[in-house]
């Protein structure tokens, strides 16, 4: 998956997410990941970066899930949150 790609996340943990990506590039298992979520209390961003470790197709969009490579810390967790 190259570029920028519009996605849902419906799920968070310090090591981890789900995702919703809005794409119709093709994604593999393995591939790695990195994501800039805008906070919604503040006009910033918090980077990401991890490795997909599975994927299903609903409908038009893909659900995945995401192991990051770096566990979140207490305040990024908490401005995910």
């Known amino acids: 998956m190259a570029g920028k790609q519009g996605c849902t996340i419906f799920n968070?943990?310090?090591k981890g997410?789900?995702?919703v990506f809005h794409t119709t590039d093709p994604i593999s298992?393995?591939?790695p990941i990195r994501l800039e979520?805008?906070?919604a209390t503040a006009f910033e961003y918090?980077?990401?970066?991890?490795?997909?470790?599975?994927?299903?197709r609903v409908e038009s969009?893909?659900?995945g899930g995401i192991e990051l490579n770096k566990e979140l810390s207490d305040v990024k967790f908490s401005k995910l949150c």
């Open 12 to 14: 968070v943990s310090r």
């Open 17 to 19: 997410m789900g995702i």
């Open 29 to 31: 298992i393995g591939e």
């Open 37 to 39: 979520i805008p906070v």
């Open 46 to 56: 918090i980077s990401v970066s991890g490795m997909v470790k599975w994927i299903d």
């Open 61 to 63: 969009d893909v659900i």
